[in-house]
Nanobody, 117 residues
């Protein structure tokens, strides 16, 4: 059974930083992060494609950095210069294949990030 366990969410003031972690139960070529704010669709934040290329939403470029430790089956999301509009539930996404508009197969349960003004 595939498990993706997120951690690192919380409450932070605008301009602050947080790091999210996602520990996977196995090795996946594609790993990364989506988010969903209340009343909005789930959207890509940052994702390693199956070829290892990092991809970012335009809204987070220059502020967020995705990284991974393959030895630990873990993907990270370093978030800096956080904005109120970054508030959402952040979901880990992983699988063998990922493309823009087509998330990978597996999801974590999500971790809440709240940015206060």
């Amino acid at each position: 059974q595939v498990q993706l366990v997120e951690s690192g969410g919380g409450l932070v003031q605008a301009g602050g930083s947080l790091m999210l972690s996602c520990l996977a139960s196995g090795r996946f070529n594609a790993m990364g992060w989506y988010r969903q704010a209340p009343g909005k669709q789930r959207e890509l934040v940052a994702m390693f494609s199956s070829g290892g290329i990092p991809n970012y939403a335009d809204s987070v470029k220059g502020r967020f950095t995705i990284s991974r430790d393959n030895a630990k089956n873990t993907v990270y999301l370093q978030m800096t210069s956080l904005k109120v509009e970054d508030s959402a539930v952040y979901y880990c996404n992983a699988g063998a294949v990922w493309r823009f508009g087509r998330p990978a197969d597996y999801w974590g349960q999500g971790t809440q990030v709240t940015v206060s003004s």
